[in-house]
């Protein structure tokens, strides 16, 4: 344990009962900080995440019962030679490795085993990634597969969309990082979710193992068009303090390449030497291993032991920590809430992971993951409070240490004094204050649109979804002055449908034409923001299709009219024009184009009447709901007259039509 001052003013002499109640009240502080130190050295039976590299033992083996004439086996999950990563393997019976598989090709009966055998050196990766607008990283070139919705990786479902465009900043490795850290800190770590769920399903549930941390990242990172791949391997657990089967994702950053992100282990940009990669893949629950044969067979499970044989030195970054609790004295029962600043002197981002080594007890998670932007300064938020354990020794007071370590060896220490009397913060306060200044997670709030356009005669749904892990609340969820007012539970979701009209323009006093909405929904308590969602469709203008006049109104009596009609569109679209005029009905589908249009119309004048003719011109058409619309006018067609001569031949001609 790290050696402290503790400096006590004297205002007159201590008599000897005082000095042995000083002697007791520092054997107090002793054995309460002993007890915490204990506590955090047993992270030093443990894997060093630290290490700089690490050696893995890997066997890989399967028991198949065959009566087939041909059995062809083709194993895709193996070590791979790769960057940080050194692998020698070998198998038995003898097969060939190549394009990242091994091929067993057996022709005999009965029960046949195959082994895989690797001996691994795992390199600790560390990047150094810098700033990269998240423009840059969108749908990078030669990669469209890596950023398309795929069978788990649900990347177009609305509300994982919308909580992307949430958490999404201008920089890729800050929106990668607020991805992550929504995952890891919404998802319980269940162990009865081993099977592979879609990520709308783990968006819902919020629970799983690390396949489905990794299944929900990659989704939102994917709805951004950021690629995304998924490794399958081995890291340690330090819940089993062994190695075991893990995945994790790999996120695509221009100019840094395939960048890992293991989001159960808050491992961002680096990874630790424990980790060995298997295989890489578009989707999880990707084929390990295939069977090719004629005949039959039965499988037994694909087997695989992994452990960590040596590890190297321990890496070190020096970075300054500092503790900053928020008062030095605090009553007995106090929560204290405890900001831990880390200043990053590089210039590129450093994800850190730093935990409370010493305190006499630490409320919520004793772990965070701290983002340093480069050239800045980060920080942390933990709530520390006198264990029950430890509550009895503490008697009218004592002063407790605090210690704060980082995965890379960098520590801070401060002490805080917890005495009978003194000022005190409620859990509830405590839990407030690390939420507005440390961000912390309080109210998922996220919608989605019922469809992909609206016209501007519709309202439109919106389907929102409130979580709240805090007491409970009435909250609004509003539009401009529209809300919609609820009550939400502590620990409660509930899903609100709401209908919004398209904003109208006062000034014109009526709809605003708008090709793309983004609309901005806030969840509001005492006017306070606490979540924004924001959503985009398109609003879509009614079809408006106006006649605006006529030309080459007349023709001789006899021949074939073709006048025109000049109409004004605000869309294209088709249409079916109609001429009727007394027992004379005339029908064409035309193609409009947005703007000005000229349509010419044949006309049969040998059916009108010589002189003006009134006929009634209707262009229907119809918007993509299936609403239908009517355009009308009246115009005047005028027939000239001929020679009985000229209509006598015009009348013969008509008989042979």
Known sequence: MRNFLIRIRFKKKFSMLKLFSLFLFLLILFSISLVAAAQGEERNTRFHQNVVSARHSINISNVIKSNAKELITTVYLFPKEIENQRATVTTSPHSKIEDGKIVFEFDEKGTIAFKVMADVERRMVFEKVGRVNLSEARNPEGLDEYTKPSTYILSNDPFIRNKAQQLATQDTFETLYNLAEYVRNNLEYDTNFREPKNASWIMQEKRGVCSHYTIL??????????????????????????????????????????????????????????????????DAGGTLISYQYLGEIEKESLKIEAEITDIGENFSL???????????????????????????PNNYYIALSVHVSIAPGV?????????????????????????????GECGTGCIATLEIRDIFGNSAITFVK??????????????????????????????????????????MDIECVVSNDREAKTLSI???????????????????FLKLPVALDNAQNNKTIMKCLTLCVTARERRSVLAMSCLDTTILESPNITIVETQNAVADYGSQGNFEIIINSNTITSAEMIIETGAYVARQNISIEKGQNTIRLPIKTWKLKTGDNQIHVVIKYM?????????????????????????????????FE
């Open 217 to 282: 990242f990659m989704a939102l990172a994917r709805s951004l068009g950021i690629a995304t791949r998924y490794v399958s391997g081995e890291a340690y657990s330090t819940l089993e303090n062994k190695s075991g089967e893990h995945a994790w994702a790999e996120a695509w950053i221009p100019g840094h390449g395939w960048i890992p992100f293991d989001v159960n282990f808050g491992q961002y940009g680096w990874l630790d030497a424990s980790h060995v990669v298997m295989m890489y893949s578009i």
């Open 318 to 344: 020096p970075l300054e920590i500092e503790i900053d609790p928020l008062l030095d004295t605090v009553s007995l029962d106090s929560y204290l809430p405890v900001q831990v600043k880390v200043k990053n």
């Open 363 to 391: 409320f919520g998670t004793n772990e965070k993951v701290i983002l340093l932007k480069p050239k800045s300064e980060g920080a942390g938020y933990f709530i520390s409070y006198i264990a029950p354990e430890n509550s």
């Open 418 to 459: 917890f005495e009978k009397g003194a000022t005190g913060i409620s859990l509830v306060d405590a839990q407030r204050i690390t939420a507005v200044y440390g961000r912390e997670k309080e109210i998922d709030f996220y919608c989605k649109i019922g469809k992909e356009f609206y016209y501007d005669y519709e309202d």
């Open 478 to 496: 509003c539009h401009q002055e529209l809300c919609e007012n609820f009550t939400i539970g502590s620990n409660e979701t509930k899903t609100i």
């Open 623 to 655: 918007d993509k709901r299936g609403r239908e619309y009517l355009a009308r006018k009246e115009i005047i067609f005028t027939v000239r007259d001929v020679s009985i001569f000229r209509r006598i031949i015009i009348a013969i001609t008509r008989l």
